[in-house]
Nanobody, 130 residues
């Protein structure tokens, strides 16, 4: 069964750090097929879902608001996707979702849009207080 399960969320003060994990089942992150993307999205209260970070065979991608603070990576076995978040700000508060384009092509320029992602986790909450 293809599934994504996030963990690692919590409440921290501004300036703190968290590392989110996304456990993958039903496929592997050990090698990326062409046109495959995996990434992290977030949704703040009252706002739409936005792409935060993603990766594919060509590299990694970050939304401007998190560049220099967030890092996306995977474990060597290809079972877990990580999002390391440093220097957290209250604006980073939201539900964080892991997503993968298992059955769809992830075209250039779509890496941080929800369009190509057809597998989603249920999310993990991140709350940053000032």
């Amino acid at each position: 069964q293809t599934q994504l399960v996030e963990s690692g969320g919590g409440s921290v003060q501004a300036g703190g750090s968290l590392r989110l994990s996304c456990e993958v089942s039903g496929f592997s992150l050990s090698s990326f097929p062409a046109r495959f993307c995996v990434g992290w999205f977030r949704q703040a209260p009252g706002k739409g879902r936005e792409g935060v970070a993603s990766m594919n065979s060509l590299g990694t991608y970050f939304t401007d608001a998190v560049k220099g603070r967030f890092t996306i990576s995977r474990d060597n076995a290809g079972n877990v996707l990580y999002l390391a978040m440093n220097s957290l700000e209250p604006e980073d508060t939201g539900m964080y979702y892991c997503a993968a384009s298992v059955g769809r092509y992830c075209r250039r320029g779509e890496e941080l849009t929800s369009t190509p992602y057809d597998i989603w986790g249920r999310g993990t909450q991140v709350t940053v207080s000032s």
